[in-house]
Structure formats: structure tokens, C-alpha cells
Nanobody, 125 residues
Framework: QIKLVESGGGSVQSGGSLRLSCGAS????????MGWFRQAPGKEREGVAA???????DYADSVKGRFTISQDNAKNTLYLQMNSLKPEGTAMYYC???????????????????WGQGTQVTVSA
């Protein structure tokens, strides 16, 4: 069973930065795609950023230019650098991994097979 463990969440003021990490229990090179999602209370889970095994990245419009996704295969770790954070970014952030082939939409939750437990990010005004 693949395990994903997120870390790096916390509380920050508006305009601040955080870097989230997601450690995988096996080589990240085994995944065809990895992504970050977030879910605020009372809202649906939304895709934030994703990166495939060709290092092609995709971002939600709401975070383009502020967030950067990256992957270090030597460390089996996925990152999300978040700059210029806004209060509407307050949510639980989840890491996800896809192992299936075929076609998929990288920012849809149903594209992913494995999920972490999440790390909380709180942005105050």
C-alpha cells in the first residue's frame, strides 16, 4: 500500500509563504502524476497543482504565478511552494498520486489513486 505523508502546513499572514512537502513510501518515479488539492470547510475538494512524470505542471487559475509544484525523485518527495498567500487559501491541503495509465485531467480528484492525510494551512488577513 502506497503511503503519502504531507508536512509543512501552518499559520501565516496574508502575503506570506509556506512550502508543503509530501513524502512517498515508494519511488515517485512510479507515479504517472502527482498533485496537490485543497478543501476548505463546507466546500468541495479542488485541484491546486499537478505534475506528471515528464515534469509538465498544471495549475489552477487561482494560484498561477504564486504557487510552484516540484518533485524530487531522489528524495521521493513532492513540494508545493506557496507565495503571496491569501485568506481564501485557508484549507486542508492534500497530496495525491496516480499510478494508472490512460488519460486523465490532472486537477480532478477522481484522477488519483492514493491520498495523504492532509496538512492544514491557515492564512489570516
Amino acid at each position: 500500500q502506497i503511503k503519502l505523508v504531507e508536512s509543512g502546513g501552518g499559520s501565516v499572514q496574508s502575503g506570506g509563504s509556506l512550502r508543503l512537502s509530501c513524502g512517498a513510501s515508494e519511488s515517485t518515479q512510479n507515479f504517472v502524476c502527482m498533485g496537490w488539492f485543497r478543501q476548505a470547510p463546507g466546500k468541495e475538494r479542488e485541484g491546486v497543482a499537478a505534475i506528471n512524470n515528464a515534469a509538465w505542471a498544471d495549475y489552477a487559475d487561482s494560484v498561477k504565478g504564486r504557487f510552484t509544484i516540484s518533485q524530487d525523485n531522489a528524495k521521493n518527495t513532492l513540494y508545493l511552494q506557496m507565495n503571496s498567500l491569501k485568506p481564501e487559501g485557508t484549507a486542508m491541503y492534500y497530496c495525491a498520486a496516480r499510478t494508472r495509465g490512460g488519460s486523465w485531467h490532472s486537477l480532478r480528484a477522481d484522477a488519483y489513486d492514493y491520498w495523504g492525510q492532509g496538512t492544514q494551512v491557515t492564512v489570516s488577513a
